[in-house]
């Protein structure tokens, strides 16, 4: 049995953009991939503010959101790979930022 190996060229990232249900992702190649924020839910569970302020990592190999600790790399969202953060993590971290919250003040948008 032969197994023909293809080499893929993954993207960069040149842009992002973020809605209260998407992150759409402008590639180098002239694509643009959009994927649900339901797959990762430290950016579903993010302001919009806090959405905004990322920056790209790795010359455009990866998305980082300083205010969450979050980053994705294009590799990821190409792949459709889903958030690989446990269900404890996750509970620690919004319950972490429920501490920090000023009191009245929901923790998402």
Do not use: C
Request: glycine share 8%; aromatic share 8%.
């Amino acid at each position: 049995m032969n197994i023909l190996a293809v080499e893929i060229e993954i993207p960069y990232a040149v842009d992002i953009q973020t809605t209260d249900d998407t992150l759409t992702v402008d590639l180098g190649d002239a694509r643009t991939i959009s994927v649900p924020l339901g797959w990762y839910p430290r950016l579903e569970y993010a302001t919009s503010e806090e959405r905004s302020n990322w920056r790209l990592i790795g010359k455009g190999q990866g998305i980082h959101w300083d205010d969450i600790d979050e980053d994705k790399s294009v590799e990821e969202l190409l792949s459709g790979k889903h958030s690989g953060e446990s269900q404890a993590s996750f509970k620690t971290w919004i319950l972490g930022r429920q501490a920090t919250q000023p009191a009245g003040q929901p923790d998402a948008e």
